[in-house]
């Protein structure tokens, strides 16, 4: 007799007992397209340019270098000309879905007594402002167009002085942006924001303090807000203000990495603190800790489709440059990271001077701002730099001083390494966001699994949840590429399964989700293919809608296993056994759940033969004596109910039960 799987597992449901084993579809489920489908990566690109001069209105074209049209873009600048400093805070930030355009902008002028100093939050992808509350904005960009090469804004109003300006470019088929404004309530508590149209992977974050008005005007006082975070629960936030029209200058910074949103007052008090607090199927939910009195305007840009992590790092307090600094913690190779500062150690509450940093990099670019504005003094200090060869630079001084800055050394596998070509003794805290790719694959492939073929005829339950789905099949492109497939690895580990579908990856929070699997059988001359995938909602014969998954495949840089064999097999299986191993010693027939109940033969001669004519993969042969138990498991002796599940062929013409 041959056996594809012995399962013996049982599970406690209140008082009814369940034995439950491999869970093997009994009909045909699946219509898998075989026309393999190049997958599109995620792409970023970091750059800057120099704004187009002029008195008038006028278009500038810039070249991206995603080799694609953008889902998406994020500028900066402190409106410099130059890498050297010069007076004068103009920092502005700003984003762009292709349709929608919001960003803020704040100045602070040098040398002046009283202060002046202003905000402006703005319908344009980027606004700089004019540190006098009452003159309007100096430049605005508004976002025109983008194609595969260029993305296209229109300058208006515009000046003569052409200025730096940084951005990070994002694209790709399986991104999606949104760029929005939001208020939040009057109080405490959490604050659902909807109308995104999918469930953001992050969500960055930008406010001018209290700014309460409309769109596209300019308030006295500088106060900006920075913060992002991620479907993890990462996140980040920082706020600087300097207050207009004082005799004395008063200026403030704060930084937290338990909020997402962060605002401060002149009188080092936490005026706004807002914490992730879930990715929602339109939008996001943040808790609100301390809120005013009014209800700010927030702009947001949020995104899915990307890989994504925020974290915080310690900088290097070794003066010995260069100073290689690894910052792990991303669990991928990212493509681009954003970093930001409030310039300043550690610190639980708001403190005394407004300094920011904000700067990305990629493996090929750069990009970095900086700005300080002086606190008490009686004619206001105020000076910034913009760098397009650097990632970061600190300044936290009133003296136009850097005192450090860092190049991108490397983008590692599980985060990235800065080179401090400048450094001091202090361990400012870092901000960071890295952005990378959703494990590039070259192919994909569509499984459709057919709905009518799935449940008991009648049955009222419209998905089943965490369902074991078998795919076995035979594809050519399914080979390795020694054998005219799109396979790279003779084990099959770049051979993995995803979910386009929130409701189908169960809610969690990565677009488009991996989905835990198994392979049980791997064949790289054939492409012959048997794996276990766990689907976390199936929908079944009382659905509406078949379910859809993917097969990706043809990734050079995956050299180890993929799987979570567990993962697929849920708590209710007390042991999954695919019987496919040849038998040399004791555990060999591995349990493929979580609790490891690896078999055994039961000795010399007594011990089952690998046959590969299993129905499923490969199976055991039994001569009528050979048997194998599991290590931990008792059995099915008792009268509790129970589900057991095997496939078996036997050479008598009438098997005999007892």
């Not at 809120?291 to 949020?302: D, N």
């Not at 993962?567 to 695919?578: K, N, P």
Request: glycine letters at 10%.
């Amino acid at each position: 007799m041959r056996n594809n799987a012995v399962l013996t597992p049982f599970q406690s449901l209140g008082s009814r007992r369940v034995c439950r084993l491999e869970f093997v579809i009994l009909s045909t489920l699946i219509g898998l397209l075989w026309a393999a489908i190049p997958a599109q990566a995620q792409r970023f690109k970091v750059g800057s340019f120099v704004k187009t001069s002029g008195t008038v209105s006028v278009d500038q074209a810039v070249a991206h270098g995603l080799g694609e049209a953008p889902k998406a873009l994020i500028l900066w600048t402190d409106a410099k000309s130059s890498e050297s400093f010069s007076a004068e805070v103009a920092l502005s930030f700003g984003f762009t879905d292709g349709t929608t355009s919001r960003s803020v902008g704040v100045a602070s002028q040098n040398g002046v007594t009283p202060s002046n100093a202003a905000r402006r939050l703005s319908s344009k992808l980027l606004t700089i402002i004019p540190p006098t509350d009452t003159s309007g904005p100096l430049v605005e960009a508004a976002f025109k167009s983008w194609d595969a090469t260029n993305f296209t804004i229109t300058w208006n109003p515009n000046t003569a002085t052409s200025y730096v300006i940084h951005y990070i470019a994002i694209g790709g088929s399986d991104v999606s942006a949104k760029a929005l404004d939001w208020r939040p309530a009057h109080g405490t508590g959490n604050k659902a924001v909807t109308g995104v149209g999918f469930q953001p992977t992050v969500v960055l974050h930008a406010h001018a303090g209290s700014f309460s008005g409309e769109l596209d005007s300019t308030v006295p006082s500088l106060m900006l807000g920075l913060g992002v975070m991620d479907f993890g629960g990462g996140q980040w936030a920082n706020a600087v203000t300097s207050i207009d029209a004082v005799a004395t200058s008063d200026t403030q910074r704060g930084q937290q990495t338990d909020a997402a949103i962060f605002d401060i007052s002149n009188a080092l008090a936490v005026t706004q603190k807002a914490a992730f607090t879930s990715m929602d199927a339109d939008g996001f939910t943040l808790n609100y800790s301390v809120a005013l009195g009014v209800a700010p305007r927030m702009i947001s840009l949020a995104l899915s489709g990307v890989n994504v992590h925020a974290g915080s790092f310690s900088k290097s307090t070794s003066t010995s440059v260069p100073v290689s600094q690894a910052v792990p913690g991303s669990n991928f190779t990212p493509a681009v990271v954003l970093l930001s500062s409030f310039q300043d150690v550690v610190r639980a509450s708001p403190v005394a001077q407004t300094r920011i940093g904000l700067g990305a990099a990629s493996a090929t670019a750069a990009g970095s701002s900086a700005v300080a504005d002086k606190d008490a003094s009686a004619t206001t200090s105020t000076q910034g730099l913009d760098k397009t060869s650097k990632a970061f630079v600190k300044v936290n001084n009133a003296t136009s001083t850097i005192d450090a800055e860092a190049d991108l050394a490397s983008m590692d596998a599980d985060g990235f390494t800065l080179s401090w070509t400048k450094n001091d003794a202090v361990a400012t805290q870092m901000l960071y966001l890295a952005f990378g790719q959703l494990r590039w694959f070259g192919y994909m492939k569509p499984i459709t699994i057919d709905r009518t073929k799935v449940g008991v005829t009648g049955t009222a339950a419209t998905t089943l949840t965490d369902f074991p789905l078998l795919i076995n099949c035979a594809d050519a492109n399914l080979a390795t590429t020694a054998n005219g497939g799109h396979v790279t690895s003779a084990s099959g580990y770049d051979i993995v399964f995803r979910s386009r579908d929130y409701a189908i990856c169960g809610g969690v929070l990565e677009s488009p989700c991996q989905l835990d699997h198994e392979i049980e059988k791997y064949d790289g001359t054939t492409g012959q293919l048997t794996a276990w995938v766990r689907i976390p909602s199936l929908n079944t014969n009382a659905a509406s809608s078949n379910t859809g998954i993917w097969v990706y495949y043809g990734n050079a840089d995956v050299t180890t296993s993929l799987e979570n064999k567990s993962g697929v097999w849920d708590s209710g299986y007390q042991g999954v056994w695919h019987l496919k191993e040849a038998y040399v010693a004791a555990g060999d027939y591995k349990d493929s759940t979580a609790n490891g109940r690896h078999g055994s033969g039961l000795g010399a001669g007594n011990n089952p033969t690998q046959t590969t004519s299993g129905k499923i993969g490969n199976a055991q042969s039994y001569d009528g004596t050979d048997g194998i138990t599991a290590v931990g498991y008792k059995g099915v002796l008792g009268t509790s109910s129970r589900t057991l599940s095997a496939w078996f062929t036997t050479s008598e013409s009438v098997l005999p039960v007892s």
